[in-house]
Structure formats: structure tokens, C-alpha cells
């Protein structure tokens, strides 16, 4: 693992907890890091100060020194050493800590200036939580429970401001909601840098839009949903469908790219509703792409395959084909990586060549990299290849049409789409493995329905060489089998010796097999990934640019 | 005591007969001499000499320029700015206008010395937006001033070159405000900046060091340079040197403006003896004495005050001199030199409805207890003139002003706020009875807002 970066301590005093933290922190994390939580609205770690909401507002003091002889003025009374406090409050978010620095964040001027802010945030805030997406995860409520004043002395007219603005495709907007804390403005800005949303109108009045003749239709829009505080932003998608408290959290990976977005699934009685990114900051910070976000909808997809027969007579066909004789196997960058190891060791008892298909396209340059597969480093890791896929499988047209492959095992990929011709796949018999329909699917000879990325566990290994697993998030579709247990089951109907479908079975077998892996367990991967050493395959060029977190090595220079 | 004279500098031409705008009349009464002595001599002296006179700002805070321009950061190699702050918007004052209008180049003069004093290779002038007049006047004056070397390439014959620039704004009251003016000279929305980190004298304009004064500030230099700042130290009174310019508006005999040495004159030296009192069978109700931000002074109210040897004084209103400390010992300020007077005929409820809309509507709407407060504030109080007043509405205003004062981004909290805590403590009966006095009053009396 790799550790991190050295950094010069300073020590500071939070409530009278003293604590070390690095250089450069700002106040509210320095609090996070003694368990205080400091409120914030406009606040966010990955975008700039902003200082507008006035929510983390604490109180700050240094250590008093006579001004001439910088000698330090101690308080008889206590032996300590005074501290000036500074009569004002200050805001915590734009607060660096220096050497020696006192923070107040829970005295009755701090209570006091969060009641004041959370009053006036109120009073012109409309009273529809009970029909608000985003009640339950609201901080404005959260907050009004911690520093609200329960009755409001608020009695003129409430602002009025637009209550649907359809600020693009995806993202709608209740300005009456909105707090102004700009983060979505900052996000368009920063990140995405597709600055298309401002506020017009001064004062109280100030409304959030998109620029005249711009929508929000960039590919990250929907993180500014994931950043409004409070439910001025919704999502189209998400919008009155469901309560979050209902929601089952079940942390997962995107499966869109080499990026791999940490991601959490959000489901409830074996319907997902969505899913947001999870933060990790060495790969995708807090952020995702909006193509990722609606991947679930292909679990209710009206061409998942179901079974044609019972399952044993699946495995028994499929493997009476494989049997046969002069197989290839076409695995898959969109298999896990345990899935990838038991699709290696099928291959290779059958002695059948391996492929893969590359899925190579333009990267985006923030969190979909030019690999669309998660996991072509699992591949390389367990051997299912030894250099980046192309994109189209002329090796094995080439052994088809020379008459050297009789039987194709496909994982889940459809060989149509690889470049085969119809012709090709008449050639020979196919084994399907997959949970869609496709060209394949229908040609092949055996289809053994398997599960979407959301209803099993696994783990990717992402363009940096990192390992992150994701878990299932809903049950199966019925009829549909986990991959791994597909698998397994054809390697022992072919002969082999199994090894286990459970994810801690196949570890053991995975982890003797690759020296990098070490002593890793599946349970002991952690929730960010784990780095694993890439130096065996440090010579290979891979397709990927640069992304958020991640640089391409130099090329090396050719002699 | 009558009052003493005007000792006029900075208005020493303005509506004299015969004084014209151009450059030729400047020179002939001796304009431009600093400029070319200032030249000749280092920088780091004249900047010596500007914090030696003790010259404090005369936007509105009053703060030492001569300590400003110490905090420019002169290393970090960047360029350094010169932003001239001629937003003036606050209400009731009207000095930098007539400077504009009548001498342009007495501001260009002293801008140009403070450029380069500063070393400074670019200067703005930054005009509101409601003074088309006055920005084509310095577009004309600024292009005399280049045709005749004292603005442009190398400056008097040397080889220092500076520049200046008219930026109008687009009128916002926040413009003036020294980081929100930045923010809209650089083509943005004025929304004041955050101070930590965003301190004018090192991260300002484009992110380089820059330095904000006010019109009236910058002419102060020029004669600063003229007289030197030993003859500048003799005129006001210790720590308040130099004079002051006071827009004297409402209703008084004879308002207008009067310049006079700092602390020279007090409030009643100057309403009573100076603009002629009161009107015809009124009598002086209340005073703003530094623009409509700063906190009201009712007549009849006395103040003890510190003497610098430890002894006390009690001041009435009419007795507390009228520069930057006095004022700031008597609980409200010198503010931008706009004094705004008010007779019996005046119900405090109404003219704080009057500040409360025009706060609320300038305020930036960035930060929280600003944006929300200060349209509470004017929702309560034109509640109360147009609607149904409640007994209690006063002292709500005041905890909602409590709310924002030092909590907020930049001075526009307090400028918000100050009005409803000083209305409201000194005239409090008038909110608590607003309902019956309406109703008591004459049919045709007016309504204000």
C-alpha cells in the first residue's frame, strides 16, 4: 500500500483537544478530526472556499506574547499561557490552522451565530419536506434539529421564486429551496468546467439559472444534485420515486471504465433507485459521471436472458460442447476478477487459446478513462492475457475461418460486436454466458443466463493497479446464476477440480496464483482499494489518458 | 462658540467663478507641480511622508493610508494596482462627484503621485454607473493629462509610465466596497471577496496587490506632497488630520457641502451656525453624521466621553467634534463625511423603512444573515408603515440585526444593521407606539416610501 505523503504537522487546540494535523487544513476538517462536527452548507472538501454560508462560523484565539519581547503572557490562575480571543467569529472553512491556534466551536456565540444563520436560512425556505426528494438527507433539517428555534418569528410574505426550472436533461431546479451556497456553481466551474449556472437577481432575491441559450447537460451534471444541501437541485431520474430512509446503501464500483468510481447502490426490495459516488480521493473524489449513474436501469432491462432449461442441464450441455475439443474462450474486461481467474482456469484446463475484448474509446478526462473495461488489469493479473486487448477480435476470426476453433466460450461478450461475422459465428458452436441478449446470445448453442455487476460481488482492478470490490446489491433475477458459479460448475463438468464459487474459496486459489496479491484475502480489501505493484506489467502501453487521480506513465522512449 | 472658517483644500476651486475643468486652468493655479517635484524623488520617501501626515481614508472606515499602502506586498513581482474608488453610494454623500465634475485633475494628479509612489504601472478609476457625466469628464481630463506627459509613457520626461483607466459600474451600492469592486472591475458579479485570504494588498486585482482609495483620499495626497506633512500634521487635531469634506443633507437651512479641518467644528457649530439650523419652527430631531450606515445620533442625548489625560467629559450632540475618534467615542462614525439631518416633522419609523429598502435592496445576496436580514428588516419595517405595526416589531428588528452584524463577508452587515440597532435604542417609543401615532396623525400628512 502506498503511504501517504509526509507532511509538517500543527498543532492546534479544538475545544481544548489538542491535536496534530497537517499544514494547510482548514478549521472545519481540523474539527473532523477530533469527531466535531463543525455545520456547513456552502463548504465542500473538493471545491473552493466559498465563505458564503456563514454556518461554520467558530471562534478563534492564539496564544498571547508581549509585543516586544515576543515572551509568552501566561494566566496566573491556570499556569497556562492566555489566548486572545478574537472578539468576532470567524468562518472555519477559510480558517487555516497555524501553530498554536484556539477554536471554540461549540460556545453560546457559535450556538448563537448558528441559530442566527439557520433563522434566516428558514424563514424564506418553504415548508415541504414532507413532499422534498431530498428530506432525510437534508442538512438544512438535519441542522434545524441541532440549531433550530422550533416557532418562527418570521411573519411577512415569503420570497417568491421559480419552483420548476428545468435546468437541463437531467437536473431540475426548485429555486425556493435553494440556500445560494453555490456549490453547483463551483462544481460547473471547477470540476466539470462547463460553466454554464450563475445567479441573477441580487439580495434575497438571487436565483440560480443556467446561462441564457446554456443548459446543464454536461456528463457530471448530476453532481450537483449529490452537492446541493439542501432540495433545490433533484434529480429527474431519482425525483419522487422514493424515500432515501427506505433506501439499502450497498457500496459498489462503476463498471463504465478503467476509472473505477467508488460508488454506492441505492436499493430497496431488490430495486435499485440509484446510485451516487462514494467518496474516494485517490480516485474519483466525490464525483461521477452521469452515464454511470443509469447503468441500473439495465437489471429491469426487457432483454435479460432467462433460462431455456434447468440449470444442470445448462452446465451439462454447455460442458458437453466445451468437451469437444478445440475451444476458445472469450473472456471478458467486464468480469471481476474472481470471475476472470475461474474463466482462466476453465480455459486452461480445456487447453482452449484466450481472448479478450478491448473496448477502447475516447476518455473524457475526468472519470471515464479511454478503457470502457473496469477490469483489464484483472485479466492481465490473472493471466487471461498477457498485453491491452484490440477492440476487435481478428486472431480468433482468423482461427475460425483456418478451422482451428470449433466451440466459443463467450463471458457475457457479444462476438458480433467484436468484429465476427455472421458467417463466422455459423462456423462454429457457441457457449453463452451472460445476462443480455444479444447477436450472441441467439447464435449461441448454449445461453446460461448470469448476473448484472449489481447483483453480485467481485472485485476490479482500475487503470491505476488498484483493487476495489463491490457487493451485491439486490438479488438475482430469478433463473439468472452468479458467474462464478456458472463457472465453476462447467470446470468441473469438464473435469476439473473446483474451485469454489464463494468469493473466500476463490480468493485462496487467486491469491497462491498471483505473488502481488500477497497475502490479501477478499474481506481484506479495504473500502478505498488497495494499490497493487504494477511493475510486472510496467512495460505495456495502455489506451488510457490522463483522468482525475491518474497519469499515464511517460511513454518509454524508443530507440 | 461660532463656527470657525471653512478651511478649504480639496474644494479650494470648486464653484469658484472662473474655475473650469481643463487641464490649462488646472496648471495655472499651480497644478500639476507635485506631480513633477514627485518624480524626481523616491518613492519609498513620498510613501514616508503620506504615513507621517497621518492621512486617514475618506471613503468610510477611516483606516490609515499610509498603513495601506505598507501592507502591498512589493514582492511578490507581480504587478501592482492603483484602484481609484469613486463608487461613491453612499447615501448622502455627494463629495467625490463635485471633485470629479469641477477638478478631475486634481484626482488625476494625486493618483498619479500615489501610482507612483507605489510603483504602481496601471491605475483604474473605478465610477458608478449613475455618473455618465463625470466619467466622460475624466475620459477628457485623463486624455489632457496624457497629452501634456503627466499620465501615459514616461511621465514629466522620465522614464516612470503609468496609466489610467475609467471603469464604469453598472450601480450597485456593493461596488464600492473594495473587494467587491475588484471582483467588478474584472468583469464579475460584485460579490465582496473573502478576507482571509483575499486582502486587496496582496490579492486583489487579477490576483496581484492592489490598492483601493477613496477620490477624496487620493486629492488628500496631493496636497500632502504640496505642504509637506508637517504642515499637513497642524491642520485637525492629533491622529485626525488634514480636513473633512461634510455633505450636509435633510433639513437644515442650508445644506451642502463644507470643508472644514478635521475636529474643527461640532455637529452644532456646523447645523446651526454654518448651515443656518433648523427650519422655519422645526427643531432638530436626529443626526447621521458619516453617510446612512452609520449609527444615528438623537438631540437631547449626551455622551461621556475620555479625555486622553483620563478625565471625562460629557458631550451633548451638538457639542461632539466632528472627526473620525469623537464620533467613533460617541458609538457611531465619521463615515464617508455624509451628514444627514432630521427634524420633529420625521418618524424614525418611517426613515429607518426608507434605509431598511434601500439596504436590502443592495445588499450582494452572497452571505446568509446579509441577504436574508436585511430584507427581514425592510419586510418588518414597511410592515409597519404600510400594514399593521406591532409593539414588539422594533425590538425583533434589532435581534435581527444582532444577527448580522460581524458575521457576514464584508462591512455591508454592519452598514445594514447599524441603522435598526441605533433607530431602534434611541427612538424605540416611536416603534412601540407606531400604530397609534399613524393613526393619530393628519389626514394629509405624507407617507413616506
Known sequence: ?559 | MPAPAERRIIFKHIDEEGYSNDIACYQKHGGYDVLQKAVTEKPEDIRDEVKKSGLRGRGGAGFSCGLKWSFVDRKSGKPIYLVVNADESEPGTFKDRYIIHQDPHQLIEGTMVSCFANDVKQAYIYIRGEFPEGARILERAIQEARDAGFVGKNICGTDYSCDIFVHRGAGAYICGEETGLIESLEGKRANPRIKPPYFPAVLGLYQCPTIVNNVETLCHVKHILEMGADEYLKIGTPNNTGTRIFCVSGQVQKPGYYEYACGEVTIGQLLNDVCGGPLEGRQFKAVIPGGSSAKILRFGETFTIKNKDGTEKTLAVEDIPLDFDSLAACGTMGGSGGVIVMDDSVNMVEALANINAFYSHESCGQCTPCREGSLWMKKISSRMVHGEARPEDGELMVSVANQIAGRTICAFGEACSWPTQSFVAKFGDEFKTYNEDKKSRAADSLELV
Open chain 1, 1 to 559: 500500500m502506498i503511504q501517504p505523503a509526509q507532511t509538517d504537522l500543527v498543532t492546534v487546540f479544538i475545544d481544548g483537544k489538542e491535536i496534530a494535523v497537517p499544514k494547510g487544513t482548514n478549521v472545519i476538517e481540523a474539527a473532523r478530526m477530533v469527531g466535531t462536527d463543525v455545520p456547513h452548507y456552502c463548504y465542500h472538501p473538493k471545491l473552493t472556499i466559498a465563505g458564503n454560508c456563514r454556518m461554520c462560523l467558530i471562534e478563534l484565539g492564539m496564544p498571547m506574547a508581549d509585543r516586544a519581547t515576543r515572551e509568552p503572557i501566561m494566566d496566573p490562575e491556570t499556569g497556562k499561557q492566555k489566548i486572545n480571543w478574537i472578539p468576532r467569529p470567524q468562518i472555519a472553512c477559510s480558517t487555516t490552522v497555524v501553530p498554536g491556534m484556539h477554536v471554540k466551536t461549540q460556545s453560546p456565540m457559535v450556538k448563537e451565530c448558528r441559530e442566527g444563520v439557520m433563522e434566516f436560512l428558514l424563514i424564506n425556505h418553504p415548508l415541504d419536506c414532507p413532499i422534498c426528494d431530498q428530506a432525510g438527507e437534508c442538512k438544512l433539517q438535519e441542522q434545524a434539529t441541532g440549531y433550530g428555534r422550533g416557532y418562527s418569528r418570521f411573519i411577512e410574505q415569503k420570497n417568491v421564486k421559480p419552483k420548476r426550472t428545468k435546468l437541463g436533461p437531467r437536473v431540475m431546479l426548485d429555486d425556493e429551496r435553494c440556500v445560494l451556497c453555490s456549490r453547483c456553481i463551483r462544481f460547473c466551474q471547477e470540476v466539470a468546467k462547463d460553466d454554464v449556472l450563475g445567479f441573477v437577481d441580487r439580495g434575497s432575491y438571487s436565483t440560480l439559472t443556467c446561462y441564457p441559450g446554456k443548459e446543464l447537460e454536461n456528463n457530471y451534471s448530476l453532481n450537483t444534485v449529490d452537492i446541493c444541501p439542501v432540495g433545490a437541485l433533484t434529480s429527474t431520474d431519482f425525483r419522487f420515486k422514493m424515500r432515501v430512509w427506505f433506501l439499502k446503501q450497498t457500496k459498489s464500483i462503476c463498471p463504465e471504465s478503467s476509472v473505477g468510481t467508488n460508488t454506492v447502490v441505492w436499493s430497496r426490495e431488490g430495486a435499485i433507485y440509484r446510485i451516487t459516488p462514494r467518496r474516494n480521493d485517490e480516485v474519483n473524489d466525490t464525483w461521477m459521471a452521469d452515464s454511470g449513474r443509469a447503468l441500473y436501469k439495465e437489471v429491469q432491462a426487457d432483454n435479460r436472458l432467462t433460462p431455456t432449461s434447468e440449470f444442470p442441464t445448462l452446465i451439462a450441455a454447455g460442458a458437453s460442447l466445451l468437451n469437444d475439443g478445440s475451444v476458445a474462450v472469450v473472456g471478458s474486461g467486464r468480469s471481476s476478477v474472481e470471475e476472470q481467474f475461474l474463466t482462466a482456469k476453465l480455459a486452461s484446463k480445456l487447453a482452449a487459446s484466450t481472448y479478450l475484448v478491448g473496448r477502447s474509446g475516447a476518455g473524457d478526462g475526468l472519470l471515464i478513462s479511454a478503457d470502457r473495461n473496469p477490469n483489464t488489469r484483472g485479466a492481465l493479473l490473472t493471466g487471461l492475457i498477457t498485453e491491452p486487448p484490440a477492440n476487435e477480435l481478428t486472431a480468433l476470426a482468423a482461427a475460425i475461418d483456418a478451422g482451428d476453433v470449433k466451440v466459443v466460450l463467450s463471458i457475457g461478450e457479444d462476438l458480433a460486436a467484436a468484429g465476427l461475422s455472421a458467417e463466422q459465428l455459423a462456423k462454429v458452436e457457441i457457449v453463452y454466458l451472460g445476462s443480455h441478449a444479444n447477436a450472441t446470445s441467439a447464435a449461441a448453442k448454449v445461453t446460461i443466463p448470469t448476473l448484472t455487476v449489481f447483483e453480485k460481488s467481485g472485485s476490479f482492478i482500475n487503470q491505476q493497479f488498484r483493487i476495489q470490490k463491490f457487493a451485491s446489491a439486490i438479488p438475482g433475477l430469478k433463473g439468472a446464476t452468479d458467474d462464478r458459479v456458472v463457472l465453476d460448475q462447467l470446470l468441473t463438468a469438464v473435469g476439473g477440480e473446483s474451485a469454489g464459487s464463494d468469493l473466500a474459496t476463490v480468493w485462496r486459489e487467486l491469491a497462491a496464483s498471483a505473488p502481488i496479491l500477497g497475502d490479501l484475502t477478499y474481506a481484506k480489501i479495504p473500502a478505498a482499494g488497495l494499490l497493487l505493484d504494477d511493475s510486472a506489467w510496467s512495460q505495456l502501453t495502455f489506451p488510457e489518458g490522463e483522468t482525475l487521480h491518474y497519469k499515464p506513465a511517460p511513454a518509454e522512449a524508443t530507440a
